[in-house]
């Protein structure tokens, strides 16, 4: 079974960048899809980019396209996200999930992600 850590969130400025990570322990990382979601106050937790088990494969939600970079290294078993063009509606509590379904599709529901970490806020102003 995977544990999963978040860390690199902070407070910034509209404009500006944040690289978040999610390190991994236990269980093979290389098995898992991994999936970022965010969650702000009174909303639903939503799928924000996804990248395969290989790397190969990524997806991204559209307010994110563009501006936001999921990439992973297996050999530190860590995936990052490299969010550009911060926006105030980007503020929300960041969550990474893994997928162990072995699916070659990368999921955007929340009920596909089995492990999830304990998040790491990210706060935009304005």
């Known amino acids: 079974q995977v544990q999963l850590g978040e860390s690199g969130g902070g407070l910034v400025q509209a404009g500006g960048s944040l690289r978040l990570s999610c390190a991994a322990s236990g269980g093979t990382f290389s098995s898992y899809n991994i999936g970022w979601f965010r969650q702000a106050p009174g909303n639903e937790r939503e799928f924000v980019a996804g990248?395969?088990?290989?790397?190969?494969?990524?997806n991204y939600a559209d307010s994110v396209k563009g501006r936001f970079a999921i990439s992973r290294d297996n050999a530190k078993s860590t995936v990052y996200l490299q969010m550009n063009s911060l926006k105030p509606e980007d503020t929300a509590v960041y969550y990474c999930?893994?997928?162990?379904?072995?699916?070659?599709?990368?999921?955007?529901?929340?009920?596909?992600?089995?492990?999830w970490g304990q998040g790491t806020q990210v706060t935009v102003s304005s």
């Open positions: 999930g893994a997928d162990p379904s072995l699916s070659i599709t990368i999921a955007t529901i929340r009920m596909n992600y089995n492990y």
């Open positions: 990248i395969s088990r290989g790397g190969r494969y990524t």
